[in-house]
């Protein structure tokens, strides 16, 4: 199954972090890297290697 949605500002794409692993960000390479980024500082926080 395939959803497209769309975020009128880029870094209301960590709202999909909810949704962990059940959910692949495709596209654009600017959303996947704020999912990136907002990741990290998750498993930094808790202490993830």
């Given at each position: 199954?395939?959803?497209?949605?769309?975020?009128?500002?880029?870094?209301?794409?960590?709202?999909?972090?909810?949704?962990?692993a059940?959910?692949?960000?495709?596209?654009?390479?600017?959303?996947?890297?704020?999912?990136?980024r907002?990741?990290?500082?998750?498993?930094?926080?808790?202490?993830?290697a």
């Amino acid at each position: 199954m395939s959803v497209h949605l769309t975020y009128p500002v880029l870094e209301a794409v960590r709202h999909l972090l909810q949704f962990g692993a059940s959910v692949e960000v495709t596209g654009p390479p600017e959303a996947r890297a704020e999912l990136l980024r907002a990741s990290a500082e998750i498993a930094e926080m808790y202490g993830a290697a």
